[in-house]
């Protein structure tokens, strides 16, 4: 997938193109990053929503990594979930350029 067809599928994504689990476990480590990473402590995770237009970007498993890496890394976030999913998006796919 392009990074042009990522942005696409992120326009267009719902709870629904993806298992329960797999959103609640995106959910989960998005709060968890953003409550030690970013600038507000959130104690709501995101919505299905969010949680969706995240798992959009990319397989869990370059999500997954993005996350973990942004974790060990300490690297400050911004305010709001959507910072996630378009961070993920430069990060995945500049990647995949190199």
């Given amino acids: 997938m392009t990074e042009a067809e990522a942005r696409d599928a992120v326009a267009i994504a719902q709870p629904g193109d993806f298992p329960d689990e797999l959103l609640q476990t995106a959910a989960s480590w998005l709060l968890a990053c953003q409550q030690k990473l970013g600038p507000v ?3 709501e995770p995101p919505t299905k929503q969010q949680a ?4 959009a970007v990319a397989h869990w498993g370059k999500l997954h990594n993005f996350l973990s890496g942004l974790i060990a890394r300490r690297t400050p976030t911004g305010a709001s979930y959507g910072w996630y999913i378009q961070a993920a998006l430069k990060a995945v796919y500049e990647e995949e350029e190199c």
């Fill in 52 to 55: 969706a237009e995240f798992l």
């Fill in 41 to 43: 402590r959130k104690t």
